[in-house]
Structures are given as C-alpha cells and as structure tokens.
C-alpha cells in the first residue's frame, strides 16, 4: 500500500486507565463542590422535601439575620440556621459522592481520546491511503488500521484479523481477537491494535460514537428518574404535607397551652419530622446502582433498567456469541463410504479458501493440521455464501468444490432421499451433538461432512443454576434446528429453548411474555437481536456484537460475558432493596423524633406530658437543636450505606420485609433517641442552648 502523506500516527499511551476503583481524595474534593453548586434551588426543586429544607433554611437565616440588626441574642437562630443548611448541603454531597466514580470515569474515558491521524483509504485498488483527522470520518469510509495504531473511530472490520487492545473500554489489559465476518467484527473508537492490520468501515458519525454515549452515560447526564423514584417521590412529598399540617396544628395547641412558639423553632421542627434522610439519599441510591454495574462492566444506558433488572422474572439468551463463544469451528471432515479421509479433507479446505469467515479460516487451519496445504488455483473464482443458496465455494475450470447446509447441498446435487446412510448417520451425530454439519461436494460428488463445533462458554451451567435460585426462567433463542438447540441448551443448563428463531420469534415471545405481566430480559450481540434488545425491558448487549445490538440495548456488557445477567440482576435487587431499607429506617426516623421532641417542647405548660420525657433532655432549644443536628449527621452516617448497598439475599419477599422491618424499621426507632440524647448531652454541657 502506498501512502499520500507518511505522517505516522501518533504514539499511543502505555497504560489506560479503568472504570473501576475506589473514592479517591480528588473525587471527595470534588463532590464537595458540587455539593455547593446544587444549592441551587432549580436543581433542589427536582426534590421536594430537600427543597422545603432549603426553603427553611434561607428563612431562619434572614430570622437570624434580622435579630443581630436589632440587637437581640441570635445564638440559637444561628445555629439552626447553620445546621439546617448543613442539612441541604449534606444531602447534596450524597448526590455528588454517587455521582463522583461515574465522573472521574468519564474524565479516564476522555484521557484515552488521542489526536490521531486515521488511514483513509481513498483508493481501493491501489491501497492508497490519507492521514485524516479522525474527528473528520464520514459514515461508511473505509480506514486501515496497524499494529500500534488507535481506532479512529466505531466501526466493522471488512477485512483482516488483528490483536486489539480494548483496556479504554473495558479496562481489561488482555488483548482480544476482532476479525471481520463473524460476530466478533466490531470495534470501538479509542481501542488500540497491538499486533497485524484490519480494515475498518466507518459505522459512527463524529460526536455520536460508543465512547461518547458512554462518557455521557457515566456521567449522568442521560439519567432520569426512575417509575419507582417517582412513585416514592410522590410518597416523600405527602409525608411532607402530613407533618406539615401535624407542626401547624402545634400553634392552636401552643396558644391553648399558654405556650409561645416560634415560627422558626417550628419550621426547624418541621424538617426534623419530614422524611429528609430518603429525600437526601434517594438520588444517591439510583445514582450508585447504575455505578456498582460500571464497576462489573457493565454501562447502563438508563436508571429504569438498572431498577427493572430487580424485578426480572424471564430472561432470554441468544445462543451464538451470548452463550458460546460464537466462533464455530471445524473439528473434523468425515469421508463418506468410498472417498478416503485426505481427499475429504482436501475438498473441504480447497471449499474453504475464499472463505474470510472464522468457520472457513477454522477448516483451512484444520487442513494444515491434517498436512493438507493447498494454494488457491490460478484463474479460480471464489463462491460467496448467499442466503438463497446457503453454500459457498470455488470453482477452477472444470473442477468445482462446494460446502454449505446439508438440505441445501443435497437439494443442489438432487439427492435428497440418496444420502449415502453413513453420511446421514454422520450428520445426526454432529446435531445431536450440539455441532453444525456442511456438506462437502467434489466436481458434484459428495465426499464428506464438515463437523463445525460451537463451544459453549465455561461456567455458563452454573451460573444458570444460580439463576433459577433467584427465580429467572431461563430461554436460549438459537436459529439452530431443534435438535442442535437442544443439545446446547442441555450442556449450558437453560430452563427452555426456542429453535429456528427469526427476529419476528423473538420479539413474538417478548411480547407474550410480558402479556402475562413478567418483565422480561434479552441478551443478545447480533444485529438482528436488536429488535428483540429494544423490546425487552432489559436490554443487555454484547461489546462485541453488532452496533444496532449496542444501540438498540439499554445495557451494554463491556466483557461480552453473558453470565454477568446475574451481576445485572443481583444490583437491580440490590438498588430496590436498599431503597426499601432506607425508606423505612427514614419513616420509623421521623416518628421517634416526634415522639422525642413535642414531650420536651410542652412539658413546661403540661407537666403531664413528662412522662412521655423519656429522654429527659434539657430544655426545648436542646431539643429541638439537638434533633436538628441530628437530623443532618444521619445523612452522612448513611452515606456509605447508600453507595454501598443493602447485601442482597435470595429469599422470599416475606423474608425480607421481617429482616428490614427488625434492622431497618426497629433501628430507625432506637437510633434517634441515643442519637439525639447524646448531642442534647453535649451541647448543653457546652452552653449551647
């Protein structure tokens, strides 16, 4: 190949980093300054109860303000003030701490974009090619990549097999194999081929490539509120109006007591008594579910998914590239009856050698392993496979060598009910097997049959098993016929099988699936999986698969590993969970504290309420301060609870309601009476009210 211009591509980075890793110092660092820029109240009104905290808060603040400017004690007044904007600020750091992986992830993803010029081919025959500035490829140009070059750009590799390192992608330093005319042809922008050359079809236009939806992604920036967010921000904001109308009903009963209340001293009551705890982490929840799958490898596009993989009941599986590896390869070529070994086997690679596809490489290495070495005749003509004909070949003069589906080859050489019986006895073998058996055709005489092998991924067996302790039905959709179905979907361990599936099967039993209220998940990498992706309710595609499977999914499985589904549904049970658990340790919170706090406010004018004053605490100003300070550390103490997650455990929903109600349920009961007895204790030792 010639080239217009040498420039050579610039040198790529030694290292790239991962999406993974811990809170750093500099994501805290950051996540506390973003913690302050949310104050603003266009982007606290997305949550209502934060929202009134930030509403008293500015009001106690002026309160405060004004009694300095007339010269009374206003020690009190601030600090409420002071606390309940600790309160707003406290529950923005949750928010910013779950968002700060995803960001710093995003920040990784950028470093790996280098300014590279692409090899654009401008001139096919001559193998001419133009340094151009990746930032300018079109959709459907044709670039050359070598070894120690980037990717420019997404794209299908139409020629060459080469080493690709994808450790920007999936952080994974491991090389692996792309090569064009199987399911393991795409590649993505920002990868970088270590060893050999491809040729690359541009598939993305600028600004809209796999790593700029994923920096996005990362970031947030694509995530909305969840069905279930929204439900329990519907549940938060009528506990707010519920307290709300509980803390003014205080007044009439203060002026009939002959107790004077301060408004402020009320509205800091008020947000002592509102669900605050969820309302400041509940963002951080959905936010750290979508980032515990960042850090298995897995991008999801949307919150809803990540919530919805919680509640899966049916998941379906493509069979090729999902559950095997997806590369058939040749294993053996069977003679028939009167044909020896070697001559079957040389018809088979001489039918291969046009073949870039992994299955005719596989039987032209096959060959080279049995001493069968052969050169592609001069003036030959290659046979391309063709949906019509379902075979494939070459043809050399007078001599002819075909391989293709066994129907179909028999249909072509008019013996459909001659098949010799070895020859029959052979393809039922390879079927039953879970194997793909090819005709082989000499000059139009049968010589033997093709074993193709598809493996099946390690571990997939038992994965599946965990699966159906989880409660998932499993479903292997295979384009296969049902016999060879159904010798993979006994060896990988699934529950069920569909056989001979076009894309209209599969969106069919999506469809009928869901009719009986299941929610459904489809795993596939094929661009005709992607109507299938876009149906279900959890989409998972592979990284390597089509990119209509990448786009159509709301998941993407950076490592290609279809088993991670476990990982996908663990973490969607888990965000549900947590939420749960945090909810109710939040209300049970909210009731203590008022049941704490009105004793102490009212004891002085109804001494008979001293009974309810368990806590005995020191005056109504340490009450009512201490429970807001109170109020506001619990925010942070649960902070990690909230990344971290509730551990999930395959039980039944009974089972866990007991377990939140006695952890959760009874421990946000105890926490705020030692909680706020404790700060009462230590601000009244200081003087502090």
């Not at 606390?83 to 950028?110: I, P, Q």
């Not at 897995?298 to 493509?318: F, K, M, P």
């Not at 109507?531 to 209509?548: E, I, K, R, S």
Request: proline share 4%; with cysteine; glycine share 10%.
């Amino acid at each position: 190949m010639t080239f217009a211009n040498p420039e050579a591509t610039p040198p790529v980075a030694t290292s790239t980093p991962s999406l993974g890793g811990g809170l750093t110092g500099a994501m805290l660092g950051r996540a506390l300054g973003d913690a302050f820029v949310k104050l603003n109240p266009r982007h606290l009104l997305k949550n209502p109860v934060i929202f009134t905290t930030w509403i008293v808060a500015l009001l106690s603040t002026v309160s405060a303000a004004g009694a300095i400017a007339s010269g009374q004690s206003a020690g009190f007044a601030i600090q409420l003030a002071i606390w309940l904007w600790a309160t707003v600020l406290f529950a923005n750091v949750a928010e910013s701490v779950a968002e700060g992986r995803g960001k710093a992830a995003a920040d990784s993803l950028r470093a790996t974009r280098v300014t590279t010029k692409a090899k654009l081919i401008v001139d096919p025959k001559t193998g001419t090619v133009v340094p151009t500035p990746a930032g300018e490829l079109q959709v459907g140009q044709i670039v050359l990549v070598e070894a120690g070059d980037v990717i420019p750009s997404d794209g299908e590799i139409i020629e060459g097999v080469a080493s690709v390192n994808e450790a920007a992608i999936t952080g994974e330093s491991a090389p692996v194999i792309r090569e064009s005319g199987g399911d393991r042809s795409a590649v993505t922008g920002g990868t970088t081929v270590v060893s050999d050359w491809i040729k690359v079809r541009i598939t993305s236009a600028p600004g809209s490539t796999f790593l700029d939806r994923m920096i996005a992604m990362v970031e947030g920036a694509n995530r909305r509120k969840t069905p279930n967010e929204l439900a329990l921000s519907v549940l938060l904001a009528g506990l707010t109006l519920v307290f709300l109308i509980a803390v003014v009903t205080l007044l009439g009963l203060g002026a009939y007591s002959g107790v004077e209340l301060d408004p402020i001293v009320l509205g800091a009551l008020f947000i002592t008594l509102i669900p605050t705890t969820i309302g400041g982490l509940l963002s951080a929840v959905g936010i750290a579910g979508m980032d515990r799958l960042l850090k298995v490898n897995v991008l999801a596009t949307s919150g809803r998914a990540v919530e919805a993989a919680g509640d899966v009941d049916t998941l379906l599986l493509d069979k090729t590239g999902t559950i095997t590896f997806g590369n058939r390869m040749a294993t053996e070529v069977i003679p028939v009856s009167g044909v020896r070994p070697e001559v079957a086997l040389r018809a088979a690679v001489t039918a291969s050698l046009a073949d870039e596809t992994p299955e005719g490489r596989s039987i032209v290495e096959l060959g080279k392993q049995g001493g069968i070495v052969v050169e592609q005749p001069a003036g030959s003509t290659a046979i391309a496979f063709t949906a019509t004909t379902r075979q494939s070949g070459l043809d050399a003069g007078k001599d002819s060598w075909r391989k293709g589906a066994v129907d179909a080859v028999l249909k072509s050489l008019g013996a459909e009910t001659t098949a010799p019986a070895e020859f029959t006895a052979a393809v039922d073998r390879i079927a039953r097997s879970g194997g793909t058996p090819l005709a082989v055709t000499e000059n139009g005489r049968l010589v033997g049959v093709i074993h193709l092998k598809d493996v099946v991924k390690p571990g997939v067996k038992a994965r599946f098993a965990e699966l159906r302790t989880m409660g998932l039905r499993t479903v292997m959709i295979t384009g296969d016929n049902p016999v060879t179905a159904a010798a993979i979907a006994s060896e990988a361990g699934v529950d069920d099988y569909l056989a001979e599936a076009t894309p209209e099967d599969k969106m069919r039993l999506i469809k009928a699936e869901q009719a009986k209220g299941r929610l459904v998940a489809m795993c596939g990498d094929g661009a005709n999986d992607a109507p299938a992706l876009a149906q279900a309710d959890v989409g998972v595609a592979m990284q390597t698969g089509a990119q209509a499977a990448r786009e159509a999914g709301n998941m993407v499985d950076l490592d290609s590993d279809p088993t991670k589904v476990i990982e996908i549904v663990e973490v969607g049970k888990q965000l549900l969970i947590t939420r749960g658990a945090l909810t109710t340790f939040s209300i049970a919170n909210d009731v203590a504290k008022y049941f704490a706090i009105i004793p102490a406010m009212f004891v002085v004018a109804l001494p008979a309420l001293g009974a309810l004053n368990v806590m005995q605490l020191g005056s109504p100003e340490s009450a009512i301060l201490s429970a807001v300070i109170f109020n506001a550390l619990v925010i942070v103490a649960l902070i990690p609870l909230a990344l971290r997650g509730v551990k999930y455990r395959a039980v039944g929903a009974g089972k866990l309601l007991s377990r939140n109600l006695l952890i959760y349920g009874l421990g946000g009961l105890i926490a705020p009476f030692v909680g706020i007895k404790a700060i009462d204790l230590i601000i009244t030792g200081l003087g502090l009210a």
